[in-house]
């Protein structure tokens, strides 16, 4: 399942020439990521009213899920961006 920002989050890492590098810390730091995302959760009240609140809870969901972070990585792989 592709999340509606996938394509918002690629372009922005592509931009600060982050691409690459995000697909490594996704690959090398995997059973951490879940619980980077629990930590995520305690900034959830900062970043709620917020534009980006949507996103960032995106964000969390696709970091949580195993099948998601695994789509997601090979998402940012293909070409484009």
């Known amino acids: 399942m592709q999340s509606t920002y996938w394509s918002d989050w690629k372009s922005r890492l592509a931009r ?3 691409r690459s590098t995000a697909c490594v810390v996704l690959d090398h730091t995997a059973p951490l ?3 980077a995302a629990q930590i995520m959760l305690i900034g959830w009240p900062v ?3 917020f534009s980006l609140e949507k996103q960032y809870g ?3 969901a696709t970091l ?3 099948q998601q972070r695994q789509q997601f990585r090979a998402y ?3 070409p484009g961006p």
Request: without cysteine.
């Open 76 to 78: 940012l792989q293909e």
């Open 33 to 35: 990521i879940p619980f």
């Open 64 to 66: 949580e899920d195993d």
């Open 16 to 18: 600060w020439g982050l």
């Open 58 to 60: 995106a964000l969390i």
């Open 47 to 49: 970043v709620r009213g």
